[in-house]
């Protein structure tokens, strides 16, 4: 949702309109989860599976979003690997939450395995999710110590699913948004797929909706005192004669990237990245960005700092 406070300026980079105005992000947990297999497409196929409803935590139990693949000589175990990133509002629910997507999208997925992706992580900000499942193995499961790690050996009828005891958080920046507008839908989409690659490229962030693109950015609160979060009805075209607009005439249709990060450099460099993409195709009229006057989250990302 835009500042409500005094209308902000408007920016160019090159013939596309920037708005003034400021992404606004906040603390959260974060996990990266290595997952491998014997081929990359099943490595990617559980890292899909893991990642499946968890686009908000507004209403899911973790955001998560496959990161990058990771080759086989990057590896824990030599194989081919996917790497995601996974974030929750604590601890305990991050833990809660990838003990039962690991044991129910990982360990059923054919030749997979599950490691650790962040390390030298103090021993009361790791979370236990090979410790959590083991059980799984119905006292068949075996314990492998390597050096300070330790991981469970789980038979399973292709042969063992291997997951490493400990994972390690750090807190990391959820809620980095860009707005992207174009003369037409199909404009708007081409331009925000473009800001979506130029994003993963990018190391230590996660586009965590649906292809990382957000249809229908939301605004907080309701007429409908359930809900927490509704539809965004000044960026919303059909309501363009309804609403106080924040729609340029000519812009027909407007996509969001929503991404989180391991820290507020990663998050930054990404949206800059996305920016400058989505501002060099054609037919795009807005780039603008959701925030809240400064009252959600501590993290502010100006897009004039990233032109």
């Known amino acids: 949702m835009a500042d409500p406070s005094p209308t902000p300026q ?3 980079l090159g013939r596309v309109a920037v708005v003034d105005t400021f992404a606004e992000a906040f603390p959260i947990k974060a996990a990266r989860l290595i997952i491998t297999a014997d081929s990359q497409q099943w490595a990617d196929t559980a890292a899909t599976v893991l990642c499946g409803n968890a686009t908000s935590v507004i209403a899911c139990d973790i955001e998560a979003a496959i990161e990058r693949k990771i080759p086989a000589n990057e590896t ?5 690997g996917t790497a995601v990133l996974a974030f929750a509002f604590t601890v305990d629910g991050l833990a809660k939450a990838l003990q039962n997507r690991v044991g129910q999208c990982v360990l059923t997925c054919p030749t ?50 291997t997951c490493e005891d400990y994972f390690g958080t750090v807190t990391g920046v959820a809620g980095g948004n860009l707005l992207i507008g174009g003369t037409s839908g199909t404009a708007a989409l081409r331009a925000t797929e473009a800001a979506v690659a130029a994003m993963r490229s990018c190391r230590d962030v996660a586009l965590p909706f649906p292809g990382g693109i957000v249809r229908s950015g939301s605004k907080v609160g309701s007429k409908y005192p359930k809900l927490k979060a509704s539809t965004n009805d000044a960026y919303c075209p059909t309501l363009r004669g309804d609403v106080a607009t924040e729609l ?3 812009c027909r249709a407007v996509y969001e990237i929503v991404l989180d990060g391991l820290s507020f450099d990663a998050v930054q460099q990404a949206m800059r990245a996305g920016l400058h993409a989505a501002a060099a195709q054609p037919n795009v009229v807005m780039i603008t960005a959701g925030n809240y006057g400064g009252r959600l989250g501590k993290h502010h990302f100006h897009l004039r700092d990233l032109l």
Not at 76 to 80: E, H
Not at 117 to 134: A, M, N, S
Not at 153 to 159: L, Q, Y
């Open 112 to 161: 997979t395995a599950c490691y650790n992706g962040l390390f030298d992580c103090p021993k009361e900000k790791q979370i236990r999710i090979g410790g959590g499942i083991r059980y799984f193995g119905d006292g068949f499961q075996r314990s492998k110590k390597l050096g300070d790690r330790r991981y469970w050996r789980i038979p399973v009828m292709d042969g063992e699913f």
């Open 248 to 250: 340029p005439k000519d």
């Open 10 to 12: 408007t920016l160019k």
């Open 76 to 80: 824990p175990d030599g194989r081919p």
